[in-house]
């Protein structure tokens, strides 16, 4: 009977390492394809949008953790604006000077390049 209990407890603690190991997989390959989305988002804004330069960018994840997003500061002048955007294009936040022009051209850019992936597949 002992000996049942001890199996017993030991495939559940062999099973729930490897779930954890499991998730953190799954996590790390979602991930990937999320940076993968997001930086060809990027190459599309820097190749597309040329009266606004790309100074800067960082990945951001929202408060469940569950999707990445990029935070992306675009430049004129001497004006910086912040504008984030998801994995699907779409802007999530920016800076509440960012013009109008500039919004369009990364609603623009993120449209063309979803057509082109739609294409492909």
């Not at 779930?19 to 597309?48: C, G, P, V």
């Not at 675009?74 to 984030?84: A, E, M, N, P, Q």
Request: hydrophobic letters at 40%; charged letters at 25%; glycine letters at 4%.
């Amino acid at each position: 009977m002992l000996l049942i209990v001890i199996l017993l407890l030991y495939w559940t603690e062999n099973i729930s390492n490897n779930f954890k190991r499991a998730k953190i997989a799954m996590k790390m390959t979602q991930e990937n394809h999320y940076n993968d989305l997001l930086d060809k988002l990027q190459d599309s804004y820097e190749s597309q949008i040329s009266n606004y330069a790309l100074d800067e960018w960082e990945n951001l994840h929202d408060e469940d953790g569950q999707i990445m997003h990029r935070g992306l500061l675009f430049s004129r002048g001497d004006k910086d604006y912040f504008v984030v955007v998801n994995p699907a294009g779409q802007i999530k936040t920016m800076h509440p000077d960012t013009p109008l022009d500039l919004v369009v051209q990364i609603g623009n850019c993120s449209i063309c390049l979803l057509y082109e992936e739609m294409q492909r597949s």
